[in-house]
C-alpha cells in the first residue's frame, strides 16, 4: 500500500505502515505514480494528486486507487 501527495496530508499514513511518497507538484505525482513498485496493490491519493495523474489513473487495473476526501 502506498500514498501519494501533499506531504501534510499523507506522512500520518506512514505510522499505519503505509509507503509515503510526498509529491507536492503535478510532476512530481506524475513521477511517483510511474516510479511504484509493481507488489503495490492499492494507492491512496489526496484530491490534487488525483487530478495531476488524470487519465492515467483509469488506464489500468492495477493497482487500484482511492482518493481522499477533500
Avoid at 505510522?15 to 513521477?31: D, F, I, M, S, Y
Avoid at 494528486?49 to 482518493?67: E, N
Amino acid at each position: 500500500m502506498a500514498a501519494v501527495g501533499e506531504r501534510t496530508r499523507v506522512a500520518g499514513l506512514a505510522l499505519a505502515g503505509v509507503t509515503v511518497v510526498a509529491a507536492e507538484e503535478p510532476h512530481a505525482v506524475r513521477e511517483a505514480w510511474r516510479d511504484l513498485p509493481p507488489d503495490v496493490t492499492l494507492v491512496i491519493l489526496t484530491p490534487a494528486a488525483a487530478d495531476a495523474l488524470g487519465p492515467a489513473l483509469g488506464a489500468g487495473t492495477r493497482p487500484l486507487t482511492m482518493v481522499m476526501p477533500s
